[in-house]
């Protein structure tokens, strides 16, 4: 099992930064890749960024250039860094492992981009 704890949304005005971050614990090494997705009321939950335990990167086409996805091993805990916000990044934002036997989801936390 693997646990996460996401915390660092909040609201901003249109143009500001929030990070993210996500806490993992349990059987932390398991973990192939983590990822941030993100879901508006009605809408289907969608990718934002992943990285793997490699450091590979991967990005939505919306916050490629805005968004830094990283990672600190040592804490087991996942981050993202977003910059130049819209009000279209308004959403709940969900951290994920992806392990060998499963993947796991954190509890979402609330970002909202006031225009």
């Known amino acids: 099992q693997v646990q996460l704890v996401e915390s660092g949304g909040g609201l901003v005005q249109a143009g500001g930064s929030l990070r993210l971050s996500c806490a993992a614990s349990?059987?932390?090494?398991?973990?192939?890749?983590m990822g941030w997705y993100r879901q508006a009321p009605g809408k289907e939950r969608e990718l934002v960024a992943i990285?793997?335990?490699?450091?590979?990167?991967i990005y939505s086409d919306s916050v490629k250039g805005r968004f830094t996805i990283s990672r600190d091993n040592a804490k087991n805990t996942v981050y993202l860094q977003m910059n130049s916000l819209k009000p279209e990044d308004t959403d709940v934002y969900y951290c994920?492992?992806?392990?060998?036997?499963?993947?796991?989801w954190g509890q979402g936390t609330q970002v909202t981009v006031s225009s």
């Open positions: 994920k492992a992806t392990t060998e036997v499963g993947t796991y």
């Open positions: 349990g059987r932390v090494f398991s973990i192939n890749a």
């Open positions: 990285i793997t335990s490699g450091g590979t990167t």
